[in-house]
């Protein structure tokens, strides 16, 4: 396959190295996406709740989730980028019990997902327009919108408006992390690793809980859509990666802050995402209004990103499931469909992702988390669904570890890209991590 940034033959002068490297900045865009994905209100509510209970002391526990995550990241770009193969080609070669495990997963998980989405990015509106429309009605809203512009655009424009969207929580939360007037000596105290008492589990939960779950194995074809094919792009492609988990991990130190300097101070609760409007009242009566309604829309981009990379992202993901089962049912997927023994079902790159957002699967994904999640915002307690819920999504995060630890160190890997002993580190402690908070999230169910 051709590649398109190959280094030149000859020594490139400073100004072509200057060039180069402007070039580089300007096509960071995937990682943008997979960051303002992977940060949605419950990690708001993590970590401010984090920051409320213990301070500054477990702002290293950011980090090194953050870096367990460039891990993951890395690790499916390498195998789209090396190969030209999808997770999915790596998966079925696995055996074929992956299959099954990802479908049943995907409709559970999207299901679920689809209402919490559609709530979190109701509540910032509908408390920025008081008495305009009933939370459902936003959160049906929301869904809709994010419906039709994933449904009518392709990858290019998503990227854009998620990059203004992660640009806009950003800065909102940078401001408020300065407008609280945080400690800097317990702050940089507290990048130093320490476990206090009764947070083990608080501390796992930073770990793991830093930048997503599903949309992390979405990152390689993110990197597909967005024209990155082959081993030449891999410079680049680690460029965004990196970018994207530096803006999670200030994203996330920042609300540590926030908590950290704003909780103690109230008795504000929150469990979920409707207690983050009782951080809205704290700030409105510690500073002004503004600062209020500046943290509501945060709020509103931080949760609304999230609804749009999932609704296009783990659609993405929904169609390559699809082309790879049997053949009667695999032509829901369009025109990138493969036969259980024919071997990829296609080159990586741009012209296959557009193939699949125009694919009836991709659709069928899109409808399913749209639609059928409406009916659990009339429900009071769906427990069950929940429950569930929460043991699959706890599994996942192991089974994509693992399956990337893998396919990395196969023979099919080009030798030149498969994982070192560093990326087989992170993915073997990523993998112990993620078992032990499943095992919490079995434990502490309630039977």
């Known amino acids: 396959m051709q590649d398109a940034t190959h280094e030149p033959a000859s020594t490139p002068s400073p100004e072509e190295g200057r060039t180069a490297r402007r070039a580089r900045w300007r096509s960071v865009g995937p990682g943008l996406v997979v960051a303002a994905t992977g940060i949605g209100a419950g990690d708001l509510v993590a970590t401010l709740v984090v920051g409320g209970r213990f301070g500054y002391t477990l702002l290293w526990a950011v980090v090194v989730g953050c870096v367990i995550r460039i891990a993951f990241a890395e690790g499916a770009a390498r195998w789209h980028l090396a190969t030209g193969r999808t997770l999915f080609d790596g998966w079925r070669s696995l055996g074929s019990w992956t299959l099954p495990y990802f479908g049943f997963y995907a409709l559970l998980w999207g299901f679920v997902y689809g209402a919490t989405a559609m709530s979190a990015s109701a509540l910032p509106l509908a408390a920025l327009f008081p008495g305009v429309a009933d939370l459902k009605v936003w959160?049906?809203?929301?869904?809709?919108?994010?419906?039709?512009?994933?449904?009518?655009?392709?990858?290019?424009?998503?990227?854009?408006?998620?990059?203004?969207?992660?640009?806009?929580?950003?800065?909102?939360?940078?401001?408020?992390?300065?407008?609280?007037?945080?400690?800097?000596?317990?702050?940089?105290?507290?990048?130093?690793?320490?476990?206090?008492?009764?947070?083990?589990?608080?501390?796992?939960?930073?770990?793991?809980?830093?930048?997503?779950?599903?949309?992390?194995?979405?990152?390689?074809?993110?990197?597909?859509?967005?024209?990155?094919?082959?081993?030449?792009?891999?410079?680049?492609?680690?460029?965004?990666?990196?970018?994207?988990?530096?803006?999670?991990?200030?994203?996330?130190?920042?609300?540590?802050?926030?908590?950290?300097?704003?909780?103690?101070?109230?008795?504000?609760?929150?469990?979920?995402?409707?207690?983050?409007?009782?951080?809205?009242?704290?700030?409105?009566?510690?500073?002004?209004?503004?600062?209020?309604k500046l943290f509501l829309v945060g709020f509103f981009a931080t949760s609304f990103s999230s609804l749009v990379g999932v609704w296009h992202g783990v659609s993405l993901l929904f169609s390559d499931y699809v082309a790879h089962l049997p053949r009667r049912v695999a032509l829901l997927g369009g025109g990138v469909t493969a036969g259980p023994d024919e071997g990829p079902s296609n080159g990586a790159g741009e012209v296959a992702s557009g193939a699949r957002e125009r694919s009836p699967a991709f659709r069928f994904y899109l409808l399913w988390l749209t639609f059928p999640p409406i009916t659990l915002l009339f429900l009071d307690r769906p427990f069950a669904l929940i429950i569930g819920y929460g043991v699959l999504g706890a599994l996942f995060l192991p089974f994509l570890a693992g399956t990337l630890l893998v396919l990395l160190n196969r023979r099919e890997m080009p030798a030149t890209w498969r994982s070192g002993p560093l990326s087989n580190t992170m993915l073997v402690l990523a993998a112990l991590l993620f078992v032990v908070l499943c095992v919490e999230q079995i434990r502490t169910l309630p039977w």
């Not at 009518?152 to 909102?172: H, K, P, Q, S």
């Not at 130190?253 to 008795?267: D, F, S, Y």
């Open 139 to 292: 959160g049906v809203g929301t869904a809709l919108l994010g419906l039709a512009f994933v449904w009518c655009n392709r990858y290019r424009a998503v990227e854009r408006l998620l990059t203004v969207l992660i640009g806009t929580m950003f800065v909102v939360v940078l401001v408020l992390a300065v407008r609280v007037v945080p400690d800097a000596g317990a702050a940089f105290a507290g990048l130093w690793p320490t476990v206090p008492d009764g947070s083990v589990v608080y501390t796992l939960g930073v770990v793991g809980g830093v930048g997503g779950t599903i949309t992390m194995a979405a990152y390689g074809y993110w990197v597909n859509a967005k024209g990155w094919d082959g081993p030449g792009w891999m410079r680049v492609m680690r460029l965004d990666n990196a970018t994207a988990y530096v803006t999670t991990a200030a994203f996330t130190v920042a609300m540590i802050i926030v908590g950290a300097e704003l909780l103690h101070a109230t008795q504000a609760t929150l469990d979920n995402s409707r207690g983050l409007l009782d951080v809205g009242d704290e700030l409105e009566r510690r500073f002004d209004p503004f600062t209020a």
